[in-house]
């Protein structure tokens, strides 16, 4: 691997600062992000701690990284896409291994991730994707496929709503705008229901994924549609502060309004076994392990697939009774 010029002359004053050469018989030199011992270091820039999902993801990358004695320099970067931007700048500074992120957005991350690729650290996607056509920026996408679950979603509408007649009036809360999972489950979601021209979005807003986000939204839309017969929401959370505002207008959850809403979390899947939402697509935070095993083997050069899909299942409100005991999230 070619070391740009000016982190030659950095990494050759970083020795003669040390006033050792013991480095000199050591492959890692130069990557190691300090320390002094063998252990990779791995960069990772969470989204934030915006909801249920992200606080599993959180706990499931840093008790993989202990487990796997990986080094992890961790940062919350708040929802903002600058301080992502910021947080990366400052892992290609410290010469860390190993970068992983998870993209708040999907657009806007070319620059970043090529000043990446030229100071010769390998970037891991995970749990959100970026639009990059360039390929070679990152080396794999490890997360969920965020289509199929709307779509899944939206067939269980579909086949619930057989026996409707008239119009069946959905609203849809919707993730942080721009991100991955926000436009994907919205896309997935409206091809399935189109099978069926009952199925009507009536309106659709970003909760920004928070439960205070679908609980504000939920309230102006209860205002604004007399008539609401489904909610759709992009994740648990969000489900969950609505059911909220639909308590307080007088309705009941999962009787007057379904809810369907993605994630799976506890306390996602407790709302469906008591009935107040109907269906959940799941989503699984639990990509700590592979992350580190996908840091390893790039930090080796191994080639990894570019594409690694997380397995994941759905849930009705029988389903939940039965899993929620056994539930790790
Ligand atoms: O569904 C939501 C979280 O990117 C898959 O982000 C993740 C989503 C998850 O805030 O709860």
Request: charged share 25%.
């Amino acid at each position: 691997m070619s070391l740009a010029p000016r982190r030659a002359v950095a990494a050759l004053a970083a020795v003669l600062l040390a006033g050792s050469v013991a480095a000199c018989g050591n492959s890692d030199t130069g990557a190691g992000g300090g320390g002094g011992d063998d252990k990779i270091v791995l960069g990772f820039s969470q989204v934030g701690a915006e909801s249920g999902w992200r606080t599993a993801n959180t706990n499931s990358i840093k008790e993989a990284a202990a487990e796997a004695g990986i080094d992890l320099k961790f940062d919350d970067a708040q929802q903002k896409q600058e301080n992502q931007i910021k947080a990366i700048r400052n892992y290609i500074q410290q010469k860390v291994d190993v970068i992983a992120f998870s993209p708040v957005v999907e657009s806007g991350w070319d620059t970043v991730l090529k000043e990446a690729k030229d100071a010769g650290i390998p970037v891991i996607l995970t749990d959100r994707a970026v639009d990059s056509a360039d390929k070679s920026l990152y080396k794999t996408f490890l997360g969920s496929d965020f289509v199929k679950e709307g779509r899944l979603s939206g067939e269980w509408l579909v086949e619930n709503s057989k026996d409707a007649t008239g119009d069946v009036n959905i609203v849809e809360l919707q993730g942080t705008t721009g991100s991955a999972p926000a436009n994907d489950r919205k896309k997935g979601f409206g091809e399935a229901i189109a099978a069926d021209p009952k199925l009507k979005v009536i309106a659709s807003q970003s909760g920004d994924f928070t439960r205070a986000g679908g609980k504000q939204v939920m309230e102006q839309f209860l205002k604004a549609h007399p008539k609401i017969d489904v909610l759709f929401a992009h994740n648990d959370d969000m489900g969950l502060g609505a059911l909220e505002a639909i308590t307080a207008a007088g309705k009941v959850p999962g009787k007057d309004i379904t809810i369907i809403t993605i994630d799976a979390v506890k306390d996602g899947m407790q709302a469906l076994a008591d009935g107040k939402f109907n269906f959940i697509a799941e989503c699984s935070p639990l990509l700590g392990p592979q992350l580190m095993d996908l840091a390893k083997k790039v930090h080796a050069g191994e080639e990894v697939p570019p594409r690694i899909e997380t397995e994941e299942t759905t849930f009705t409100q029988e389903q939940a009774k039965t899993a929620l005991p056994n539930r790790k999230y």
